[in-house]
Every structure is written in C-alpha cells, then in structure tokens.
C-alpha cells in the first residue's frame, strides 16, 4: 500500500509542478475596431498624429494624388452611402478628397475618409479590377492596405492586405470619373500614388 501512495504523491506533485510553473501562454487581444463613425478629426492640423495608443495611431488628412493623371482620390460628390465607389477626379480640396490613415498593431492600415468617416474596401475582392469602394470601418481585411509611410509627398503603391493586389485606373482614359479599382501589381504608372496635405 505504502508505495501507491508514494506514486500518488509524485505524480500530485508533478502535476502541480506543471500547472503553476509554467509561463501564461494567454493570447492578447486585437485592437479594437475603429468605431463606425470617427468624429472631429478635422479639427486637427493637417500631418498631425491625432491619436496614438502605443499600437494605433491616426494621420491626416492628406489627398491621394495619382502620378500619372495628378487627380485625387475622391468619394463622389461627399457621399455617405456605404458602398459608394470611389473615382479619380481633379483636387478640388473638399473634404471628400481627404483621407485619413490609422496605422495599427500589425504590417497594414486602413484608409479613412474625411467626410463621410468611412472606410476604403473592396466591392469584390476576389476580382482583379473590382472597384474601390468606401464602407463603414468594420476591421474587414478588405480594409487593410499596405501604404506608402503616412507623410506629406510620401510616393508608392497601395496594396490590399487581403488581395494583394493595388490602387489602380485600370487603364481606363481621362482623368474626371475614371474608376479606382484593384488590379494586379504591375509597376504600372497607374499603380504609383502619394499623400498630400
């Protein structure tokens, strides 16, 4: 009988040994998601951070200015409908033409516009020359964007994290109205853009 109850013991001994011994392999949790709505940014000098957390921080508001054409990233006539596509059309300075970047705890951003607060996404992001669109910001991986550093005159490409693929005008001639969609990388001047206060 002694020597089961020795067993017993060791074997409670080990067991404590392992459960309390051990470093916590407890996962953190992501950020949180930007809320649906961002509010007052505007009221903050352009180039500012506006808000930093250690992980996240918001830029802005800088124009997205293609290279080829010099016409910005514009959510058409300030619209506030999620799903809005989203075309090129000549700077004009209005609030519809100025975004924002939130950079986060992780190799991507997202892309915030000025006016409408809501997110640049992808209308099908399985398809090669789907349209960008604009949506509310839900932490959707067809949110996240691999960006040129958020700076003024900062020049690059803006690749879907998701997709992989980039900013694009598809080809398309013109400057007012041309669609920006996703197309694959192509070092395609089309595919070259940069942030400006």
């Given at each position: 009988?002694?020597?089961?109850?020795?067993?017993?013991?060791?074997?409670?001994?080990?067991?404590?040994?392992?459960?309390?011994?051990?470093?916590?392999?407890?996962?953190?949790?992501?950020p949180?998601?930007?809320?649906?709505?961002?509010?007052?940014?505007?009221?903050?000098p352009?180039?500012?951070?506006?808000?930093?957390?250690?992980?996240?921080?918001?830029y802005?508001p800088?124009?997205?200015?293609?290279?080829?054409?010099?016409?910005?990233?514009?959510?058409?006539?300030?619209?506030?409908?999620?799903?809005?596509?989203?075309?090129?059309w000549?700077?004009?300075?209005?609030?519809?033409?100025?975004?924002?970047v939130?950079t986060?705890?992780?190799?991507?951003?997202?892309?915030?516009?000025?006016?409408?607060s809501?997110?640049?996404g992808?209308?099908?992001?399985?398809?090669?020359?789907?349209?960008?669109?604009?949506?509310?910001?839900s932490?959707?991986?067809?949110?996240?964007?691999?960006?040129?550093?958020?700076?003024g005159?900062?020049?690059?490409?803006?690749?879907?994290?998701?997709?992989?693929?980039?900013?694009?005008?598809?080809?398309?001639?013109?400057?007012?109205?041309?669609?920006?969609?996703?197309?694959?990388?192509?070092?395609c001047?089309?595919?070259?853009?940069?942030?400006?206060?």
């Amino acid at each position: 009988m002694r020597p089961r109850i020795l067993l017993s013991t060791a074997l409670l001994a080990v067991t404590f040994l392992l459960t309390t011994a051990l470093p916590s392999t407890a996962v953190t949790a992501p950020p949180e998601p930007l809320p649906p709505q961002v509010t007052n940014i505007t009221a903050y000098p352009a180039g500012k951070v506006l808000t930093s957390t250690g992980v996240q921080s918001l830029y802005g508001p800088f124009r997205i200015i293609n290279t080829q054409r010099y016409s910005c990233l514009t959510d058409p006539a300030g619209s506030m409908t999620p799903g809005q596509r989203l075309i090129l059309w000549n700077c004009s300075g209005g609030e519809d033409q100025y975004w924002f970047v939130r950079t986060e705890d992780g190799p991507a951003s997202r892309i915030i516009n000025d006016h409408s607060s809501q997110c640049i996404g992808v209308e099908e992001v399985r398809n090669n020359g789907s349209w960008l669109v604009q949506r509310q910001c839900s932490g959707a991986l067809d949110q996240y964007w691999d960006t040129p550093e958020p700076k003024g005159d900062r020049y690059g490409a803006f690749r879907n994290y998701q997709s992989g693929q980039y900013f694009s005008l598809g080809n398309v001639a013109g400057r007012d109205g041309v669609p920006v969609v996703q197309n694959y990388g192509c070092a395609c001047p089309d595919q070259n853009w940069y942030f400006s206060y």
